[in-house]
């Protein structure tokens, strides 16, 4: 099993990942990834036309890298750390977005470059880590006719924790899943 789903956003090691997984079960945790089989359904029958993963943590439970990390040491408000895909973000916050990255697992019809993220740093959100999924699928997005669900997850957390206590009890119950399936990348 894949303890850290962001290290997947690096080509290479994915790629190596896919070809392993032809003759092996890979596992990959979902984390607070909640809809992760539906979006991955979506992706298989090739319906998801857009996914976004929002998610807010106090500044004190962000763990960066770079100029992130920076941006993130001058919060004093609600703050957009980082807008854009999912490839990006994972090595500049590997503690932090492991959801990003099983959603763009899930969703793999759009991959690491196409599921959109954005990384919120908020002093005012308190002992929470808020996980908002945006999944678009068949219609037309552009007029706003196009299914649509969106889904908030309110987890607490201690100030200062990178993972909320309901995502600790999430992985143990992945690797209870993580047995039995077929060769192929599973998240559990």
Known sequence: MIGSPSALADDELFTNLKQAARHHAVYIPSGALWGGEDIRKMADSGTLQAL????????????????????????????VLYDGCVRDICPMAPNNVNTMAAAAIAGHNLGFADVQCT?????????WHIVQIDTWGAGNIVTGNAFHVQTLRKNPAQMGAVTGSATLLTFFASLQRAHGQPNGIHLC
Do not use: A, C, I, Y
């Open 119 to 127: 990384l919120l740093s908020d002093p005012d959100v308190g002992n």
């Open 52 to 79: 976004k993963v929002t998610m807010t943590f106090h500044p004190e439970s962000l763990k960066l890298q770079g100029s992130l990390k920076e941006k993130n040491d001058l919060v004093k408000e609600r703050t």
